[in-house]
């Protein structure tokens, strides 16, 4: 499939006689796809069962016969204020106790049974309605789940759900406390109806209660979605679906959302996300506030080309500054292209853009568009059109396997989310600088969940901070045929939050080393290694059987990683340098290609063809990069450049 480009539109917004003209308008910047009504549902069903479908049946053929292809939103992440009045408990209860109410969006808790059956009711309505319709193309549920701390609900609908689903998980409430630990501290319950959520409590909450909560609210969500999934298929079984994600919302398991889907999309905010979901210093931002993080938009796109199964979009692709991170720079020039190529480059079929016109209104009113609220063009429009014109002129960018693999884990998120035991660690942060490395030099990564089946087709698998082992995961990472990183932290634990008997990382048959000791580091100390870099936040101390072989270690001798045969143990938290060291040698012996990039530049790997990526405000000179050659020798800032791998 050939990518294209698309634009996120509210009808409902502008005078009826302005849409023949945005539609044209559209066609002309080359925009193949439009999404609309994914917000409209007061103006779909002012009152209960009083429906107004009229102006967006005429808002569907204006954008159709211009030539667009609709994906159509359904209004659940809205609902009207009349049905807050038929359910007032319907609304989020924060973890302070506190009701999140009416006059924003979200407000719905994912346990309300009655909200759910009024959001399933809109849907099947809508799909009776366009099902078939010629113009329409794809159905986008719902609206960026989790969005605005959504996921986790501590109402009374929540607490009556969580107390089912653990009826239903343990069946006896001997088997709970067996499996919780409840005899510490006398926690132990006589009948589930005990239970309360694992909020309010005087200190800590036990970790396995807070870890089965959020399991049960990451089934909310699935459950949710599985309605809306089945009111669309009830009238149309041929429309593909999807849903939009957020970038780095890892509260509900994507995975098993995506599993009922045709395809993934997400919201990319490149600058947005670099001031509002980033730990990194204040020098890094600002050498890249209007560029965002080289590597935060890439490592998405892999994540969520497994989530939807190799068929993904960006929904929401920002065009200039945006309204809700803490500063709202504008995109250095070249910027808006170059993240619609990069997104292509990982296997994008479409790239859409929020939004075509700025709103003059409301809460998003600062939020920049591809046209300004006086319907001239943005800046970003010219790289827009610039872009389609260019993807004419190149063929199909079909992605192969990546040779380098990352098992990425939202279970484990929650487990570490729980029980960080130092205030710096964070599960994505642990990934995502094992990811950074692996792109620095130059190598290209599939994401995968844990419940792949099959790693034959990497040469390398890394499964950093993996909560508790599967012998689905054990079973598939035999078939792997390089190298197998595992840790900081993998196989730490079991599914109920216990440390395995054998002590981590709990897996003899890969490799033979315990964890003896860990520690939590202050962000302020680094211990420094005898081959180059440092290690912070975590380090653990490892018991070696003789025949391992030591590949990084302490100035003071002690192991931080090891080798058995094929599996590779790292017990630290490295630094970016560290973890080059230990990449790049393993990297070289399974014959993989690599080269150290600049802090701004990098790659992606589509087979013998490799794109490279400029996120600096500086040029770079291509030539330098061993092993590639390109279509220049030097790439521009905010630029791309075409090349090959040399055989």
């Known amino acids: 499939m050939k990518p294209s480009l698309g634009v996120c539109y509210y009808p409902e917004h502008w005078p009826e006689a302005q849409w023949a003209d945005d539609a044209r308008r ?68 924060d973890q302070t106790g506190r009701v999140r109410n009416f006059g924003s969006r979200r407000h719905y808790d994912f346990s309300h049974k009655g909200y759910r059956e009024e959001a399933a009711r809109i849907t099947g309505i809508l799909a009776e309605r366009y099902a078939g319709n010629p113009y329409l193309g794809f159905w986008q549920i719902d609206n960026e789940y989790s969005c605005h701390d959504t996921t986790l609900s501590y109402s009374a609908a929540a607490l009556v759900g ?42 800590e909450a036990n970790p396995s209660h807070w870890l089965d909560f959020r399991r049960y609210a990451s089934d909310q969500v699935v459950a949710f979605n599985q309605a809306m999934v089945k009111a669309l298929r009830e009238f149309d079984q041929n429309t593909p679906l999807l849903h939009n994600y957020m970038g780095r919302t890892t509260d509900f398991d994507h995975f098993k959302v995506g599993n009922d889907l045709e395809a993934a999309s997400w919201d990319s905010y490149p600058l947005g996300f670099l001031e509002d979901r980033s730990e990194d210093p204040v020098e890094w931002k600002l050498a890249f ?36 991170a803490p500063f709202n720079p504008v995109p250095l020039a070249g910027m808006v292209r170059l993240w619609g190529w990069e997104a292509i480059a990982h296997g994008a079929e479409v790239v859409s853009y929020f939004r075509w016109r700025q709103a003059p209104f409301a809460q998003e009113q600062m939020h920049a568009g591809l046209l300004r609220p006086d319907s001239e063009p943005s800046v970003a429009l010219a790289e827009v059109h610039q872009l389609a014109q260019e993807l004419k002129q190149y063929p199909d960018f079909s992605t192969q396997p990546a040779p380098v693999a990352l098992v990425f884990d939202y279970e484990s998120d929650w487990a570490w989310t729980t029980q960080p035991q130092g205030k710096t660690f964070s599960y994505f942060r642990l990934v995502f600088e094992q990811y950074r490395a692996l792109r620095r030099l130059g190598l290209s990564v599939d994401i995968c969940p844990p419940s792949t089946t099959d790693f034959s087709a990497y040469s390398l698998v890394l499964v950093p901070g993996l909560m508790y082992w599967t012998e689905i995961l054990k079973e598939a990472l035999k078939t792997t045929k390089g190298l197998v990183i595992l840790g900081a932290r993998t196989g730490s634990k079991t599914p109920h939050f216990h440390i395995p008997n054998q002590l981590p990382p709990d897996c003899p048959e890969f490799i033979n080393v315990k964890v003896a000791q860990v520690e939590s580091l202050s962000p302020a100390y680094t211990e420094e290694l005898l081959q180059g870099g440092f290690i912070k936040n975590w380090c653990e101390y490892l018991i070696l059987p003789d025949e391992a072989n030591i590949l990084l270690s302490t100035l003071k001798n002690e192991p931080i990683a090891a080798r058995q045969n094929r599996v590779i143990y790292c017990g630290a938290w490295l630094d970016l340098v560290g973890y080059m060291q230990l990449l790049e040698p393993l990297c070289n012996e399974l014959g993989l290609t690599t ?3 600049p802090e701004g530049l990098r790659l992606r790997q589509l087979g013998q063809g490799v794109v490279a990526f400029n996120y600096s405000t500086e040029d770079y000179d291509l030539s330098a990069l061993k092993g590639f050659s390109f279509d220049r020798t030097e790439i521009k800032s905010a630029d791309i450049a075409f090349g090959t791998m040399n055989s």
């Open 289 to 324: 506030m209007r560029q965002g993080d080289p590597d935060f938009q890439a490592f998405h796109h892999d994540l969520y080309r497994a989530v939807g199964k190799g068929r993904w979009w960006v929904m929401e692709q920002q065009p200039g500054p945006v309204n809700w």
């Open 595 to 597: 080269v150290r990039l």
């Open 26 to 93: 559209m066609v002309e910047a080359g925009l193949q796809w439009v999404r609309i009504g994914e917000f409209a549902w007061s103006r779909l069903e002012p009152k209960p069962n009083q429906f107004n479908f009229a102006w967006l049946d005429r808002a569907i053929a204006i954008l159709g016969q211009a030539g667009l292809k609709i994906i159509l939103g359904t209004p659940t992440a809205t609902p009207p204020r009349w049905i807050l009045d038929k359910y007032p408990d319907m609304l989020p209860v």
């Open 162 to 203: 969580f107390r089912a689903w653990l009826a239903t998980r343990y069946s006896t409430i001997e088997a709970l406390n067996q499996a919780w630990g409840n005899v510490f501290w006398s926690m132990e319950y006589a009948d589930f109806a005990e239970i309360d959520l694992p909020n309010l409590t005087v200190t």
